[in-house]
């Protein structure tokens, strides 16, 4: 009688403790998607340089329409608006591969090809997080930071080639 009594409270404890674990799973799993939603507001706190183009650069690379496209997707992305990201890999490809392919001369060099690179490493990790549901806020915010950072760092590459090969050294 006894042996009977204790098996139904061990099972009727066991049930009892596993419906509690699924509860705390959920409750944990819900947070997190609701973590990951990122506003405007929160990209816009973000520290770090922000160079534009310099006037001569904007006219060297006027009909660079991938750099215009990239440009557009930066836009987006202080936005908030991630979508560019998720299940676009065959523009996301082409738009890199294009950028590369049709630097202007006025730009290219070994240092900008280095930035086009990082950038494009940098956009590669911000889409892998974006389409996770795991990515905490904080991580998907870094990878927003890093992702802005080295479009900045090109601009800024940009416009020290143009800068430099404008510079006319006189020989004694």
Known sequence: MKLKLIITLSILLSFVACKKTQDADTEVVTEEKISQDITEKAISKLKYIEYALDIKTKKAIEDWQEYFQLETVINDVKKADLTFFYDNDKNIKKLLRDLVKDIPEAVNSPSTIARIAALETHLYKL??????????????LLAIQDFLKSFSNLNFQMNQKIEADGIIILKP
């Open 127 to 140: 889409k892998s997080l974006s389409n996770l549901s795991t990515t905490s806020k904080k991580e998907l």
